[in-house]
């Protein structure tokens, strides 16, 4: 028995991960279409019709257009905090979802679907209530944290001990400054609510790093601020002055579109 985790989308123009075990399938977001993320799925020889769940992490639509017509369509259960469904109701953001598939999660708290425990946790991010995830089952723990603003001592905690993760890694900070987009967009990025710089990552991963973290998957990369060999040597640079390629083995890769034969494995 083990977990598989794979993300089959992330950055700016949608995001989904797939995390799975023998008896449990979840997704966590559903940031493109419904057609894409089956298409994807059946890629990875997952059957959309098994998906148990899907955990929205905010309301942005690259985070959550095809949850909709994924819930109606195979009777799936959508979970977000109480906010965020607030929101997303109010703007008719997915389209009408069951009462039965309309579930709540709260920050701290375990949410069990078979052999998994989803715990989300409070991120900073200009949404609702944005939150990540951590996904526990069978001695392993896989984290998606992504849409940061900063590092929080909460987000440390709670990725502390993860055999994977999936970590934002959004802009290079010289590219955002020396980019096309206006300054209140350029501070916004850059704010407390916005998001994780590729310095930021590195230096985030280089202070949870241990000895049962194995996958590190960089997500959630800026099409017009980042480049991924940009963000791989920035992260890598962060961790090899660390010394942690020295006292660590881990493989580091992007979260871009996986293949069924890039899918994390933990056993």
């Avoid at 390629?245 to 580091?252: E, K, V």
């Amino acid at each position: 028995m083990g977990m598989k985790f794979c993300p089959i989308a992330s950055g700016s123009s949608g995001n989904c991960i797939y995390i799975g075990t023998n008896n449990t399938h979840i997704l966590i977001d559903a940031g493109l279409s419904g057609v894409q993320i089956q298409k994807r799925l059946s890629d990875l020889e997952v059957d959309s019709s098994i998906i148990d769940a899907i955990f929205i992490t905010h309301e942005h639509s690259d985070h959550i257009s095809g949850a909709g017509i994924l819930s109606r369509k195979f009777n799936i259960p959508i979970f977000t905090t109480e906010k965020t469904w607030e929101y997303i109701e109010r703007h008719k953001a997915i389209g009408k979802v069951s009462d039965d598939n309309r579930r709540y999660i709260y920050a701290g708290e375990n949410c069990i679907i078979n052999d998994m425990s989803i715990k989300a946790f409070n991120i900073p991010h200009d949404a609702a209530d944005p939150v990540g995830y951590t996904v526990a089952a069978f001695g392993h723990k896989i984290a998606v944290a992504t849409d940061l603003g900063f590092i929080t001592d909460t987000i440390k905690e709670s990725v502390a001990n993860c055999s994977a993760i999936l970590i934002e890694s959004n802009y290079d900070i010289e590219m955002l400054e020396n980019g096309r987009y206006p300054r209140d967009l350029k501070n916004r990025i850059k704010s407390k609510k916005g998001h994780l710089s590729n310095c930021g990552a590195g230096q985030f991963l280089t202070e949870i790093m241990s000895e049962e973290l194995k996958h590190i998957f960089l997500g959630h990369l800026s099409e017009e601020n980042n480049l991924p060999l940009v963000a791989l040597d920035t992260v890598t640079s962060a961790l090899e002055t660390a010394g942690a390629f020295d006292m660590y083995s881990f493989r580091l890769c992007l979260a871009e579109r996986r293949s069924i034969s890039e899918m994390c494995i933990l056993s």
